[in-house]
């Protein structure tokens, strides 16, 4: 069986009573997500040698939500049985050898909250919702029983280990309830004492009483008769103790006998000894509970920050307890326990399991109390795996959970040996990098733009950068420093710097030595050295050469820059990617071959991986940025976007790659092969890193909340899938949880859920009543983590509104209002229509007080007379009382003076704010004529009105302008931008009103605002136009954008965007908008590419039309007329059944008269004008700058033809122009490229067309003393070559028939002609030709001229090389069977003991096959020798010979030989001598071997 990889698993789901278990024999499983990962613990987990005894082996997958529980069945035969449930309401039965489910069900209404495998009864599985109901499930019978004893949120269940009708059940409010489910839910004791969440329920594990010695009578804290009622004591409430664990911080030991509580624990407060988290950050409390088997006596809990207590109970009044741990410092877990659960392994020990918050899983040894291991886990995404290169195999590992891992991969003792990292991070951690030089220096960046340097061998907080990124930071790199900062002498500089790129497009540079200090964007030193005057593209990626000379930057775009320190030189643009840039990576540089250096792979969001060689670039160093359209090799497979890409660091041009498929790809780079594919994860694929040690190992990261180490060896698939597999890997990746609001919410729940969620620190009371996620909270991606390792998770509403008097209370206030509304308006229904009420209604008092207080008693208003005519005629002196009086009667200041007046104005402007009439109270402030402040109130209440505003320069300009302002923040505050706006313009506020209108994205209002009201020169105009270019291109509307970056005058971004689309008439039209613009290298360039588009179309009058675009493409009009001519003359040779679809040819490609060069030629002087040696000769330069790459046999055939053209364009021109030096080795390259593809008909056809009468023209026209006469004899040993295969095809055939190869004397004619691909078998050619059949003087004409073939020095020269690859295909293939038997010696249980038997009854009967002779192993000394001496030998070669290529010398012989067998006497004997000697000396090769042996039989 093929082994698991080694898996970082996610954490274990929080704040869930029982969602981990341990089975008999050593299988333990907790629930992550929504899912269940298992892990072997023990002598059998296949462990390496001297680490911790587990390995996690497999997940149990199929639930779409949250797994809250999860329990095995510890009965004899079925320890492979466990159940869970999850919030999507569904309880599933699992068979974990198989790990498929066995049955389901979904008989919950409501969120599941426990759930309990029953120890008494093997089938029974018993859980309990949110909302009081219980089920009881039977699996073999499927049937199920319904049971609601109490309307409360059950927290937790347990079934009981001595009777099996009994269940005890932990809720939501503290009460406790065990309950007889065989009497339909009957309750058998309810236990009160708790006054919080019950936690966890524990049964002793004996049955009886006798085993504490407990005084009941003095620890008794309830009544003997319990509720009221005197309980006679059955065989079912006879004799068992029960502990529960609450958050009120007690645990409560309960007599069941006795129906009451004979022991409560308090939890001590213990100091905190490990300092992994905030001490300032108030935690939840949890509790859980643990009883040992066959130690009643003993009793282990959890304690306020992750403590383990040991407690004794026998010593009651004493209240005795043992840490866990307590000489290893930190070994304990630094946040809340969550679940407890044993487990016995296979040679008898007692351990003991928990998971915690600080996403840790930690064994324990329950006999010395000490932590056996830690498997660690991740809460979020993993973003980002770098290896450090100074501290080999330490592999950081950046989580969405707000930590760094690093990850010890080297260690012998432990395989899970991982270093948290959080304190300064706080955010999700999405980009890391090790400096190259220093040890333990890790630069992170975050999504929330932070960039920092941990330093990982020591405890100190990191060090911050002062200059934040505005969105995430997607990649960081070291490089060397540019200006600014590499001004200075050496000491005055770090040798290295940080490079950051960002979500926002921008590279900053950052000092290590000084983070304080500002960091410098590199935009500016790139358009002073360049003197660019265009927007600089969005970038995306940042990579550096290891040489530490180059940088390449990818661009939003798709294009790839390549930059020259120190001033950030522009060498080249890659213009091949269409899509986003998410991953660049230089080839390493201390491989066999170093220029490989200069290979440059890079993914995008365009599922297409492309690498460039760009070793003549960086060799040439041009003065101006040249533009590269052709890749040197394409990897095409994946089917969604690319993440990741890395290179091997022990091969040369393997590179791995990570896509959001879910897949990770090793590819074979130079051969363009898809090598190894690793399926293991469940979602998309984010990172991948390729270990510095181990040749087939490989990380991997991605949104399962996952790393997984795998090795290539071990995989089934060879590419990512296609089709039908695409599709369920798809299905596989989607059944991932996907957090979504609860349908139960109250309404009035809502306010307080989205106020707990924004604060980071709530109210401890508000939590207690909110049940949270696992794992925290989730964000807009689908990913739940912790927005903080040290804070506690974000809540979410449990379905109970009654948890909390505080707040349950007020919840119910508003609820009876709402009810009471509701109610008034049924009893009332309106009688007539709504206007007509309207109509009728009487206005509202503007002094209602007053009024009121004039309808009191004939007493009171006798009163009011009197005091009145008191403080009327007694002005002078007034008294006390009276005074009193009139501040009483405040309604009397309507016939009083002024001050009373106001008064009187005051208290009811008063009332009409308590009654919620503000505009009352503005009324009754405007009549006292304040209007300012009027104004003011209405502002600090954000209850300005349009009318208020109106009225406003009643109080002067200032006040008009304060008040304007202040109600376009109040209606910026309202979300009415546009309304803000324009009251700005109103007070000239021109740059404010656009800036608002800007900031919310009304791009459209902003421009017409400023082009309206500013000067057209005004650069915020031009800002306007380019931002909102920016954001038009980022969401796909390119057509708008370019108008955007018309208007700000950019035309050369404006063909840029149009051309991102990538069609035929958008680059067609980019073009030509660049060609107006001026911009005439962007112009051909983008014509070009329109033109290859048109080319798949087979439209080859809209090529042509798109390169009259621009004058600089004659060249490359030439090329497309040779090569529509080309594929016309090849269709014509076609059979009609077998064409294509018909293509659009122009009128003179029509015509058939002459040969194809006369054609061509033809052509070129009437349609392009095309005639003089000086015109061909001009075009020849042009077309000689272009250079492709060399083919290979997964060249597509379009490609292939294309490239052919090009050489063979470049071949006529200069044999036009005269220049023969130049057209031999053109013309041999066009051979040379239909060769190396295989395309052998294509390689006779060019022969055939431009050399139809042989090569002896050309040497007549080169002359012997020629320097390119080396390539003229490898041109006519091709072509003799072809002639050689023709004449052979002749003779094997079926049925041949004569031609100019064979002479035929009978009427013999077959009806078939045959074909390369249908020639005989080797026997059938062995054979001589009959009598009426021999070769042409033709024939034997070219079989004398063979001998040009038969060249020793390349038959030395192939040999040579040949055996340099097999060399090193032989060394690859010894270091994969060496890691593959280690691997398979590990993990099986022992050799397969069939094999030697089967092999020993073979022995006797068969001889050793002479493959097995020949597979016999080599030693690595020898293989190093047969490499050396094939290296020396290639070397002593003259570079002629090594610089043209030459068909193959053995393989001429063979088919000489083959030739001479069929043909007796047709063949110089002296030239079958001369083959055969050949073979003789040089057919020890691998490839030949076979034939030499069947050659000498």
Same mark, same amino acid.
């Given at each position: 069986?093929?082994?698991?990889?080694?898996?970082?698993?996610? #954490?274990?789901?929080?704040?869930?009573?029982?969602?981990? %278990?341990? &089975?008999?024999?050593?299988?333990?499983?907790?629930?992550?997500?929504?899912?269940?990962? +298992?892990?072997?613990?023990?002598?059998?987990?296949?462990?390496?040698?001297?680490?911790?005894?587990?390995?996690?082996?497999?997940?149990?997958?199929?639930?779409?939500?949250?797994?809250?529980?999860?329990?095995?069945?510890?009965?004899?035969?079925?320890?492979?049985?466990?159940?869970?449930?999850?919030?999507? /309401?569904?309880?599933?039965?699992?068979?974990?050898?198989?790990?498929?489910?066995?049955?389901?069900?979904?008989?919950?209404?409501?969120?599941?909250?426990?759930?309990?495998?029953?120890?008494?009864?093997?089938?029974?599985?018993?859980?309990?919702?949110?909302?009081?109901?219980?089920?009881?499930?039977?699996?073999?019978?499927?049937?199920?029983?319904?049971?609601?004893?109490?309307?409360?949120?059950?927290?937790?269940?347990?079934?009981?280990?001595?009777?099996?009708?009994?269940?005890?059940?932990?809720?939501?409010?503290?009460?406790?309830?065990?309950?007889?489910?065989?009497?339909?839910?009957?309750?058998?004791?309810?236990?009160?004492?708790?006054?919080?969440?019950?936690?966890?329920?524990?049964?002793?594990?004996?049955?009886?009483?006798?085993?504490?010695?407990?005084?009941?009578?003095?620890?008794?804290?309830?009544?003997?008769?319990?509720?009221?009622?005197?309980?006679?004591?059955?065989?079912?409430?006879?004799?068992?103790?029960?502990?529960?664990? #609450? !958050?009120?911080?007690?645990?409560?030991?309960?007599?069941?006998?006795?129906?009451?509580?004979?022991?409560?624990?308090?939890?001590?407060?213990?100091?905190?000894?490990? /300092? *992994?988290?905030?001490?300032?950050?108030?935690?939840? +409390?949890?509790?859980?509970?643990?009883?040992? !088997?066959?130690?009643?006596?003993?009793?282990?809990?959890?304690?306020?920050?992750?403590?383990?207590?040991?407690?004794?109970?026998?010593?009651?009044?004493?209240?005795?307890?043992?840490?866990?741990?307590?000489? &290893?410092?930190?070994?304990?877990?630094?946040?809340?326990?969550?679940?407890?659960?044993?487990?016995?392994?296979?040679?008898?020990?007692?351990? @003991?399991?928990?998971?915690?918050?600080?996403?840790?899983?930690?064994?324990?040894?329950?006999?010395?109390?000490?932590?056996?291991?830690?498997?660690?886990?991740?809460?979020?995404?993993?973003?980002?795996?770098?290896?450090?290169?100074?501290?080999?195999?330490?592999?950081?590992?950046?989580?969405?959970?707000?930590?760094?891992?690093?990850?010890?991969?080297?260690?012998?003792?432990?395989? =899970?040996?991982?270093?948290?990292?959080?304190?300064?991070?706080?955010?999700?951690?999405?980009?890391?990098?090790?400096?190259?030089?220093?040890?333990?220096?890790?630069?992170?960046?975050? %999504? %929330?733009?932070?960039?920092?340097?941990?330093?990982?061998?020591?405890?100190?907080?990191?060090?911050?950068?002062?200059?934040?990124?505005?969105?995430?930071?997607?990649?960081?790199?070291?490089?060397?420093?540019?200006?600014?900062?590499?001004?200075?002498?050496?000491?005055?500089?770090p040798s290295l710097t940080l490079y950051s790129c960002g979500g926002e497009g921008i590279v900053l540079q950052h000092n290590p030595w000084k983070l304080s200090g500002e960091a410098f964007d590199i935009n500016k030193l790139m358009r002073d050295t360049n003197s660019i005057r265009y927007k600089l593209p969005v970038h995306t990626e940042i990579s550096w050469k290891g040489d530490g000379k180059v940088m390449a930057l990818g661009n939003e775009d798709g294009s790839i820059e390549i930059f020259q320190v120190p001033n950030l030189k522009l060498l080249c643009t890659i213009q091949q990617h269409h899509k986003l840039v998410n991953a660049i990576v230089w080839h390493h540089e201390h491989g066999s071959r170093p220029e490989l250096s200069c290979l440059l792979a890079s993914g995008s969001n365009? $599922?297409?991986?492309?690498?460039?060689?760009?070793?003549?670039?960086?060799?040439?160093?041009?003065?101006?940025?040249?533009?590269?359209?052709?890749?040197?090799?394409?990897?095409?497979?994946?089917?969604?976007?690319?993440?990741?890409?890395?290179?091997?660091?022990?091969?040369?041009?393997?590179?791995?790659?990570?896509?959001?498929?879910?897949?990770?790809?090793?590819?074979? $780079?130079?051969?363009?092969?898809?090598?190894?594919?690793?399926?293991?994860?469940?979602?998309?694929?984010?990172?991948?890193?390729?270990?510095?040690?181990?040749?087939?190992?490989?990380?991997?990261?991605?949104?399962?909340?996952?790393?997984?180490?795998?090795?290539?060896?071990?995989?089934?698939?060879?590419?990512?899938?296609?089709?039908?597999?695409?599709?369920?890997?798809?299905?596989?990746?989607?059944?991932?949880?996907?957090? !979504?609001?609860?349908?139960?919410?109250?309404?009035?729940?809502?306010?307080?859920?989205?106020?707990?969620?924004?604060? *980071?620190?709530?109210?401890?009371?508000?939590?207690?009543?909110?049940?949270?996620?696992?794992?925290?909270?989730?964000?807009?991606?689908?990913?739940?983590?912790?927005?903080?390792?040290?804070?506690?998770?974000?809540?979410?509403?449990?379905?109970?509104?009654?948890?909390?008097?505080?707040?349950?209370?007020?919840?119910?206030?508003?609820?009876?209002?709402?009810?009471?509304?509701?109610?008034?308006?049924?009893?009332?229904?309106?009688?007539?229509?709504?206007?007509?009420?309207?109509?009728?209604?009487?206005?509202?008092?503007?002094?209602?007080?007053?009024?009121?207080?004039?309808?009191?008693?004939?007493?009171?208003?006798?009163?009011?007379?009197?005091?009145?005519?008191?403080?009327?005629?007694?002005?002078?002196?007034?008294?006390?009382?009276?005074?009193?009086?009139?501040?009483?009667?405040?309604?009397?200041?309507?016939?009083?003076?002024?001050?009373?007046?106001?008064?009187?104005?005051?208290?009811?402007?008063?009332?009409?704010?308590?009654?919620?009439?503000?505009?009352?109270?503005?009324?009754?402030?405007?009549?006292?004529?304040?209007?300012?402040?009027?104004?003011? $109130?209405?502002?600090?209440?954000?209850?300005?009105?349009?009318?208020?505003?109106?009225?406003?320069?009643?109080?002067?300009?200032?006040?008009?302008?304060?008040?304007?302002? $202040?109600?376009?923040?109040?209606?910026?505050?309202?979300?009415?931008?546009?309304?803000?706006?324009?009251?700005?313009?109103?007070?000239?506020?021109?740059?404010?009103?656009?800036?608002?209108?800007? #900031?919310?994205?009304?791009?459209?209002?902003?421009?017409?605002?400023? !082009?309206?009201?500013?000067?057209?020169?005004?650069?915020?105009?031009?800002?306007?136009?380019?931002?909102?270019?920016?954001?038009?291109?980022?969401?796909?509307?390119?057509?708008?954008?370019?108008?955007? =970056?018309?208007?700000?005058?950019?035309?050369?971004?404006?063909?840029?965007?149009?051309?991102?689309?990538?069609?035929?008439?958008?680059?067609?039209?980019?073009?030509?908008?660049?060609?107006?613009?001026?911009?005439?290298?962007?112009?051909?360039?983008?014509?070009?590419?329109?033109?290859?588009?048109?080319?798949?179309?087979?439209?080859?009058?809209?090529?042509?039309?798109?390169?009259?675009?621009?004058?600089?493409?004659?060249?490359?009009?030439?090329?497309?007329?040779?090569?529509?001519?080309?594929?016309?003359?090849?269709?014509?040779?076609?059979?009609?059944?077998?064409?294509?679809?018909?293509?659009?040819?122009?009128?003179?490609?029509? /015509?058939?008269?002459?040969?194809?060069?006369?054609?061509?030629?033809?052509?070129?002087?009437?349609?392009?004008?095309?005639?003089?040696?000086?015109?061909?000769?001009?075009a020849l330069q042009k077309l000689q700058d272009v250079k492709y790459p060399s083919a290979t046999s997964n060249t597509p055939f379009r490609q292939l033809l294309l490239h052919v053209c090009h050489d063979l364009t470049l071949a006529m021109l200069s044999q036009q122009a005269a220049s023969w030096e130049e057209a031999v080795p053109a013309l041999l390259q066009a051979v040379v490229r239909s060769y190396t593809s295989g395309n052998f008909t294509l390689m006779q056809e060019i022969y055939s067309a431009f050399l139809p009468g042989g090569c002896d023209h050309l040497r007549d026209k080169l002359g012997d003393l020629s320097p390119t006469m080396a390539a003229f004899k490898s041109l006519e040993a091709f072509f003799i070559y072809g002639q050689l295969y023709e004449v052979w095809w002749s003779?094997?055939?079926?049925?041949?028939?004569?031609?100019?190869?064979?002479?035929?004397?009978?009427?013999?004619?077959?009806?078939?002609?045959?074909?390369?691909?249908?020639?005989? #078998?080797?026997?059938?050619?062995?054979?001589?030709? /009959?009598?009426?059949?021999?070769?042409?003087?033709?024939?034997?004409?070219?079989?004398?001229?063979?001998?040009?073939?038969?060249?020793?020095?390349?038959?030395?020269?192939?040999?040579?090389?040949?055996?340099?690859?097999?060399?090193?295909?032989?060394?690859?293939?010894?270091?994969?069977?060496?890691?593959?038997?280690? @691997?398979?010696?590990?993990?099986?249980?022992?050799?397969?003991?069939?094999?030697?038997?089967?092999?020993?009854?073979?022995?006797?009967?068969?001889?050793?096959?002479?493959?097995?002779?020949?597979?016999?192993?080599?030693?690595?000394?020898?293989?190093?020798?047969?490499?050396?001496?094939?290296?020396?030998?290639?070397?002593?070669?003259?570079?002629?010979?090594?610089?043209?290529?030459?068909?193959?010398? @053995?393989?001429?012989?063979?088919?000489?030989?083959?030739?001479?067998?069929?043909?007796?006497?047709?063949?110089?004997?002296?030239?079958?001598?001369?083959?055969?000697?050949?073979?003789?000396?040089?057919?020890?090769?691998?490839?030949?071997?076979?034939?030499?042996?069947?050659?000498?039989?």
């Amino acid at each position: 069986m093929k082994p698991e990889p080694r898996t970082l698993p996610p #954490s274990p789901n929080w704040y869930c009573a029982r969602c981990s %278990d341990a &089975a008999p024999g050593g299988i333990f499983g907790f629930a992550a997500r929504t899912s269940v990962f +298992l892990v072997r613990v023990g002598p059998g987990a296949g462990a390496s040698p001297g680490a911790p005894p587990f390995r996690v082996v497999g997940e149990l997958v199929g639930h779409t939500e949250r797994v809250s529980g999860f329990t095995f069945s510890h009965h004899p035969g079925q320890y492979n049985l466990c159940a869970t449930s999850s919030d999507d /309401g569904t309880v599933k039965i699992w068979d974990v050898e198989t790990k498929a489910v066995v049955t389901e069900h979904a008989l919950h209404q409501h969120t599941i909250s426990a759930l309990h495998w029953s120890p008494t009864v093997k089938d029974l599985i018993v859980s309990g919702d949110e909302k009081g109901v219980v089920f009881c499930y039977w699996l073999n019978r499927s049937d199920s029983q319904h049971l609601f004893t109490e309307p409360r949120a059950i927290f937790c269940l347990t079934c009981s280990p001595h009777h099996e009708n009994l269940v005890a059940i932990g809720y939501k409010d503290g009460i406790v309830i065990i309950i007889d489910i065989s009497k339909k839910g009957e309750v058998v004791h309810r236990l009160r004492g708790h006054d919080d969440e019950i936690h966890s329920i524990a049964w002793c594990p004996l049955s009886g009483e006798d085993c504490l010695s407990i005084n009941q009578e003095e620890n008794s804290e309830e009544p003997d008769i319990p509720n009221g009622k005197l309980i006679a004591e059955t065989p079912i409430t006879k004799g068992c103790y029960l502990a529960t664990g #609450s !958050k009120d911080q007690t645990i409560r030991i309960w007599s069941c006998s006795r129906g009451r509580g004979v022991m409560v624990l308090k939890l001590p407060f213990l100091k905190r000894r490990s /300092g *992994g988290v905030d001490p300032t950050v108030k935690e939840r +409390l949890w509790l859980t509970l643990h009883w040992p !088997k066959n130690q009643p006596t003993q009793l282990v809990s959890s304690c306020f920050g992750g403590e383990l207590l040991l407690w004794d109970l026998t010593q009651s009044w004493r209240r005795k307890y043992t840490l866990f741990s307590t000489s &290893a410092e930190g070994h304990n877990h630094s946040r809340i326990v969550f679940n407890l659960c044993p487990l016995k392994t296979e040679d008898g020990k007692q351990l @003991l399991l928990s998971t915690s918050m600080d996403r840790d899983v930690k064994c324990w040894d329950m006999a010395t109390l000490e932590c056996c291991w830690t498997l660690p886990s991740l809460g979020g995404f993993a973003y980002s795996l770098a290896f450090s290169p100074v501290d080999v195999g330490s592999l950081a590992i950046g989580v969405g959970d707000g930590m760094i891992r690093v990850w010890n991969t080297l260690s012998i003792k432990n395989n =899970y040996d991982v270093k948290n990292f959080w304190q300064g991070v706080k955010s999700k951690v999405t980009a890391l990098c090790w400096h190259p030089n220093k040890e333990g220096c890790l630069a992170f960046g975050t %999504d %929330d733009g932070k960039v920092g340097l941990y330093d990982t061998c020591s405890n100190k907080p990191p060090q911050i950068s002062s200059t934040y990124h505005k969105k995430t930071v997607y990649r960081l790199a070291w490089g060397p420093p540019v200006p600014p900062m590499s001004l200075g002498g050496e000491g005055d500089r770090p040798s290295l710097t940080l490079y950051s790129c960002g979500g926002e497009g921008i590279v900053l540079q950052h000092n290590p030595w000084k983070l304080s200090g500002e960091a410098f964007d590199i935009n500016k030193l790139m358009r002073d050295t360049n003197s660019i005057r265009y927007k600089l593209p969005v970038h995306t990626e940042i990579s550096w050469k290891g040489d530490g000379k180059v940088m390449a930057l990818g661009n939003e775009d798709g294009s790839i820059e390549i930059f020259q320190v120190p001033n950030l030189k522009l060498l080249c643009t890659i213009q091949q990617h269409h899509k986003l840039v998410n991953a660049i990576v230089w080839h390493h540089e201390h491989g066999s071959r170093p220029e490989l250096s200069c290979l440059l792979a890079s993914g995008s969001n365009n $599922a297409v991986i492309y690498v460039h060689n760009l070793k003549a670039v960086l060799e040439s160093n041009p003065e101006s940025p040249i533009t590269i359209t052709e890749p040197y090799r394409t990897l095409s497979g994946h089917t969604a976007k690319v993440t990741s890409l890395a290179w091997s660091p022990h091969h040369d041009g393997r590179l791995v790659s990570a896509c959001y498929d879910g897949t990770a790809q090793v590819w074979d $780079a130079l051969r363009e092969e898809p090598l190894f594919n690793f399926r293991g994860h469940r979602g998309r694929l984010l990172c991948v890193a390729w270990s510095p040690v181990d040749p087939e190992c490989i990380y991997s990261g991605a949104d399962d909340f996952c790393v997984y180490r795998w090795l290539t060896s071990m995989q089934d698939h060879s590419r990512p899938p296609q089709g039908k597999k695409c599709i369920e890997l798809e299905k596989k990746r989607l059944s991932q949880f996907k957090p !979504k609001l609860k349908k139960k919410k109250k309404p009035t729940l809502r306010l307080p859920i989205k106020q707990d969620s924004s604060i *980071g620190n709530e109210d401890e009371s508000v939590r207690e009543n909110l049940a949270p996620v696992e794992n925290g909270l989730s964000d807009q991606d689908g990913e739940e983590e912790a927005q903080e390792p040290e804070l506690p998770p974000s809540p979410v509403v449990c379905g109970e509104p009654v948890s909390c008097t505080a707040v349950s209370l007020g919840l119910e206030k508003s609820k009876v209002t709402v009810t009471s509304k509701v109610a008034s308006l049924k009893k009332e229904p309106p009688k007539e229509k709504p206007e007509a009420l309207l109509k009728k209604r009487k206005a509202r008092s503007m002094l209602p007080l007053s009024t009121s207080l004039d309808h009191r008693s004939k007493e009171e208003l006798h009163r009011d007379c009197l005091v009145l005519a008191t403080a009327t005629h007694a002005r002078a002196e007034l008294h006390e009382d009276v005074s009193a009086d009139l501040e009483e009667r405040f309604h009397l200041g309507l016939f009083t003076d002024r001050a009373a007046l106001y008064r009187m104005m005051e208290t009811e402007g008063k009332g009409h704010l308590e009654s919620g009439h503000p505009e009352l109270f503005h009324q009754l402030m405007l009549w006292k004529g304040d209007l300012k402040g009027v104004l003011q $109130a209405a502002a600090e209440r954000g209850e300005l009105t349009d009318s208020l505003v109106a009225v406003a320069p009643v109080a002067g300009y200032s006040v008009w302008l304060w008040a304007v302002e $202040a109600f376009a923040k109040q209606l910026c505050f309202q979300d009415q931008y546009v309304k803000a706006a324009s009251y700005l313009l109103s007070i000239h506020r021109v740059y404010e009103a656009v800036e608002l209108l800007r #900031s919310n994205h009304l791009y459209r209002e902003a421009i017409a605002v400023a !082009k309206a009201r500013l000067r057209p020169e005004d650069p915020v105009l031009k800002d306007l136009y380019l931002s909102w270019g920016s954001i038009l291109e980022r969401d796909g509307h390119y057509a708008i954008a370019a108008k955007c =970056y018309l208007g700000a005058t950019s035309a050369y971004d404006a063909a840029k965007v149009l051309a991102r689309k990538g069609d035929a008439a958008s680059l067609r039209t980019a073009a030509e908008l660049a060609a107006i613009a001026g911009e005439s290298e962007l112009a051909a360039s983008l014509a070009l590419r329109c033109a290859q588009e048109l080319l798949l179309l087979k439209n080859w009058v809209g090529a042509q039309e798109a390169l009259g675009l621009h004058e600089s493409l004659q060249g490359q009009r030439l090329v497309f007329c040779l090569l529509e001519l080309l594929c016309r003359h090849l269709e014509e040779k076609q059979p009609p059944e077998v064409r294509g679809p018909s293509s659009i040819y122009h009128q003179w490609a029509t /015509g058939s008269e002459g040969t194809l060069v006369q054609r061509v030629t033809g052509v070129w002087r009437s349609a392009f004008s095309v005639d003089t040696p000086e015109q061909c000769r001009a075009a020849l330069q042009k077309l000689q700058d272009v250079k492709y790459p060399s083919a290979t046999s997964n060249t597509p055939f379009r490609q292939l033809l294309l490239h052919v053209c090009h050489d063979l364009t470049l071949a006529m021109l200069s044999q036009q122009a005269a220049s023969w030096e130049e057209a031999v080795p053109a013309l041999l390259q066009a051979v040379v490229r239909s060769y190396t593809s295989g395309n052998f008909t294509l390689m006779q056809e060019i022969y055939s067309a431009f050399l139809p009468g042989g090569c002896d023209h050309l040497r007549d026209k080169l002359g012997d003393l020629s320097p390119t006469m080396a390539a003229f004899k490898s041109l006519e040993a091709f072509f003799i070559y072809g002639q050689l295969y023709e004449v052979w095809w002749s003779l094997c055939g079926p049925g041949s028939e004569s031609s100019i190869w064979v002479w035929s004397a009978e009427s013999t004619v077959s009806d078939k002609q045959s074909k390369p691909g249908d020639s005989a #078998s080797a026997e059938d050619m062995e054979q001589p030709l /009959g009598p009426g059949l021999r070769l042409s003087a033709e024939s034997e004409r070219l079989l004398s001229a063979c001998k040009e073939l038969f060249s020793e020095r390349h038959a030395s020269l192939q040999t040579s090389q040949r055996t340099v690859a097999e060399v090193q295909e032989t060394l690859a293939e010894m270091i994969r069977q060496h890691q593959k038997s280690q @691997l398979c010696k590990a993990t099986a249980n022992g050799p397969n003991r069939d094999e030697p038997s089967q092999q020993a009854e073979r022995a006797p009967s068969q001889p050793p096959s002479p493959t097995e002779e020949r597979n016999a192993p080599v030693s690595l000394p020898e293989l190093t020798r047969r490499l050396t001496e094939a290296n020396e030998r290639i070397a002593e070669f003259p570079e002629s010979v090594k610089a043209w290529p030459f068909p193959d010398v @053995l393989e001429c012989c063979l088919v000489l030989l083959h030739i001479g067998s069929q043909c007796p006497g047709a063949v110089n004997p002296e030239m079958q001598q001369q083959a055969q000697k050949l073979l003789q000396k040089y057919g020890h090769t691998r490839a030949y071997r076979r034939h030499c042996q069947i050659r000498h039989t």
